[in-house]
């Protein structure tokens, strides 16, 4: 089974609009790590957010927020007031086990390529 | 910038040939990874380091091997490459403590022929 599940190969967003980009996980780890990652056109990727399974909240970070439904299985990535630079592949991935005192191996999905239009 | 470079940057090579990609890092982080990137699969984990002389294998090792003799170089080496090596490979670093995310380097775009 797949541990990290990306059902949106590509999406289209109006700039300004609010988008939400789906991920679900596969774990039977009670500890593990929820994180997106975003690579533009050039190539990179650049680490957006992060989420523990132990975290009370959502995670935020500018823009980015991390839905996290836990009984669900699922964290889902809202860019909120989408801008053309947004434009990208979006990764989730999951790290499983302690995220102290551990290498913390990454399992990632097979990515959404998001648009950004005017 | 989380000071990681990659060497080289772009190579093409014959079937059956050596090949070592060079991971390079300034700020002395413990935790190294090589990873690939193949459409459809998202980014699998080839291999991982959590000091010099410590390796293990992630989940597509098949055909290649890694050494780390100092903290801030991760080899990774394609001991006789196939075609189906073709791929991008990222190499990654954790800083470790209560820093959870990986960094990325740029990445080596490899062509196997």
């Known amino acids: 089974a797949q541990k990290i599940t990306q059902t949106q190969p590509g999406m289209f967003v109006q700039e300004k609009e609010a988008v939400t980009l789906d991920c679900t996980y596969d774990?039977?780890?009670?500890?593990?790590?929820l994180f997106w990652y975003k690579q533009p056109s050039s190539g990179e990727m650049i680490f957006l957010i992060y989420?523990?399974?132990?975290?009370?909240q959502n995670a935020t970070e500018g823009r980015y927020s991390l839905n996290f439904q836990k009984a669900r299985k699922s964290a889902n990535l809202v860019i909120s007031a989408s801008q053309l630079g947004d434009s990208a592949m979006y990764f989730c991935a999951m790290r499983e086990g302690p995220d102290t005192g551990t290498a913390s191996k990454l399992t990632f999905g097979t990515g959404t390529r998001l648009q950004v239009t005017l | 910038d989380a000071g990681i470079t990659q060497s080289p940057r772009h190579k093409v090579t014959e079937t059956g040939t050596p090949v070592t990609l060079r991971c390079h890092q300034t700020?002395?982080?413990?935790?190294m990874y090589w990873y690939r990137q193949d459409p459809g699969h998202g980014l699998r984990l080839i291999h991982y380091s959590y000091g010099v002389k410590d390796t293990d294998k992630g989940e597509v090792s098949d055909g290649y091997s890694v050494s780390r003799s100092k903290t801030e170089d991760f080899l990774l080496t394609l001991e006789s490459a196939t075609s189906s090596q073709t791929s991008v490979y990222f190499c990654?670093?954790?800083?470790?403590?209560?820093?959870?995310?990986?960094?990325f380097g740029p990445g080596t775009r490899l062509t196997v022929t």
């Open positions: 700020e002395n982080h413990r935790y």
């Open positions: 774990t039977s780890d009670p500890s593990y790590g």
């Open positions: 989420q523990g399974s132990y975290d009370q």
């Open positions: 990654a670093i954790r800083p470790g403590g209560r820093a959870y995310e990986q960094y």
